[in-house]
Nanobody, 115 residues
């Protein structure tokens, strides 16, 4: 099990930026991959971006070119830099970590983009 603590959500206007942080309780190199998911009201949770311990990344088509996932091994932290935010990015964002076949989730952080 990996404990995850997210931070950085908030209210921003269309076109603005936010950076989410996810601090893991274990060394990132012991985790297969970490990712950011989001869930908007009435919708299913969807993958936003994912990064493996070797640094490979993948993104949802809807955020490509606007969002960047990165990790700081010295802080066991994964970041999601979100630029050019749109109202449709409004959701609760969750951090997830996959380790030894098990997925751990953070508590979620609200991101609201006003039009």
């Amino acid at each position: 099990q990996v404990q995850l603590v997210e931070s950085g959500g908030g209210l921003v206007q269309t076109g603005g930026s936010l950076r989410l942080s996810c601090a893991a309780s274990r060394n990132i190199f012991s985790i297969n991959s970490m990712g950011w998911y989001r869930q908007a009201p009435g919708k299913e949770r969807e993958l936003v971006a994912r990064i493996t311990r070797t640094g490979n990344t993948n993104y949802a088509d809807s955020v490509k070119g606007r969002f960047t996932i990165s990790m700081d091994n010295t802080k066991n932290t994964v970041y999601l830099q979100m630029n050019t935010l749109k109202p449709e990015d409004t959701a609760v964002y969750y951090c997830a970590a996959v380790r030894l076949g098990s997925t751990s989730w953070g508590q979620g952080t609200q991101v609201t983009v006003s039009s």
